[in-house]
């Protein structure tokens, strides 16, 4: 069997946290672009939140507020955002489209796997994949399940 190794960036969800996600349409719009030029494999685009959205945030409150970064979407490339798994009322989602995220990665606090893995299975019967991240004490370990 051969292994393939595949690279996520995380630029825009893991930096929201030094900019509160404000980093405006432009920038927000020239990262994806830069990240696509690069040929990537993972793009991950910033949070899913209950909140309604801000225009040139990485906090988005439902998928469709992603199309207006994803000029030029790459058939290629897997477009993720990351929920926390009981910060994100899964009402919102829609079902997939084809047209902004491909995925979602679920976080969850240790101990909490049950429900994060939960979470990701209501995900799934949307049509979107999942993938879920549990959050240790000591380091992060990630485990892909595919629909």
């Known amino acids: 069997m051969k292994k393939k190794i595949s690279i996520l960036d ?3 969800r ?3 946290y030094i900019v509160e996600a404000n ?3 432009i920038a927000i719009s020239g990262i994806i672009k830069k990240l696509q030029d690069a040929n990537l494999d993972i793009i991950e685009c910033g949070w899913l939140k209950n909140a309604p959205y801000q225009e040139g945030t990485t906090f988005y409150h439902t ?5 207006p970064y994803l000029q030029e979407r790459s058939g290629q490339i897997l477009y993720t955002v990351m929920i926390d798994w ?3 009322d899964l009402e919102l989602l829609p079902p997939y489209d084809g047209k902004s995220i491909d995925a979602i990665r679920v ?3 240790y101990g909490k796997h049950k429900e994060g893995i939960a979470v990701g299975r209501e995900i799934q019967k949307k049509d979107t994949a999942s993938s879920f991240r549990q959050q240790t004490r000591w380091r992060t ?4 399940c595919v629909s």
């Not at 370990?141 to 892909?144: K, V």
């Open 10 to 12: 995380c630029t825009l």
């Open 14 to 16: 893991d930096g929201a």
């Open 23 to 25: 980093f405006g349409s």
């Open 63 to 67: 998928p469709a507020d992603l199309l």
């Open 86 to 88: 009981d910060r994100y």
């Open 107 to 109: 976080v969850f606090p």
């Open 141 to 144: 370990a990630m485990r892909i």
